[in-house]
């Protein structure tokens, strides 16, 4: 992953479907506008590493057999690609070790019905959890908005911004 300056911020810059880790407490890791995609942000206590995937989509089986294929942009493949990524940081990749926040998985479009994309992610991540014996220690998921997620690796702080509205955290 690419490490870009803002301001006196150094920060990993993650894009829909892109996922990155750090053991670094002087790195942020930040995604910009989640709609209905979800934010899997995962804190590694004993060795200080964290590490967010941007999921748009709850199972890789729709990628429709492409064989450009980007992991972290499905739940069922995000999550074990993240926990790879972060073993490179002396993580031990195992969720139970974990600390799990989620946001995202909002309802952007009126009448998705049976299609609202954000439910469904939000559901197919927690699937992947409770598989592993995990549930997030917070989440702020659903509603109607936008958010922009920044992970903090120094406080475990999750950061949440939306036009309009005053940042709040998780």
């Not at 941007?54 to 199972?59: M, R, W």
């Amino acid at each position: 992953m690419k490490v870009a300056g803002f301001g006196s911020e150094k920060v990993i810059l993650l894009g829909i479907g892109d996922y990155g880790a750090t053991g670094d407490q002087t790195i942020k890791i930040k995604t910009l506008a989640l709609g209905s995609c979800v934010a899997v942000v995962l804190l590694d206590p004993r060795v200080k590493v964290a590490g967010m995937v941007h999921i748009a989509l709850p199972d890789s089986q729709l990628q429709g057999g492409r064989k450009e294929f980007k992991p972290g942009y499905f739940a069922d493949t995000g999550i074990p690609v993240l926990l790879q990524e972060m073993r490179k940081f002396g993580s031990s990749g195992i969720l139970r070790d974990m600390y799990v926040k989620l946001a995202g998985g909002a309802r952007v479009i009126r009448g998705e019905g049976v299609l609202d994309i954000g439910r469904r992610n939000i559901a197919a991540v927690k699937a992947i959890l409770k598989e592993n014996g995990v549930r997030p220690v917070a989440h702020d998921v659903g509603n109607t908005i936008s958010r922009t997620v920044t992970v903090e690796l120094k406080t475990g702080i999750v950061r949440l911004s939306c036009p309009g509205r005053d940042d709040w955290f998780i």
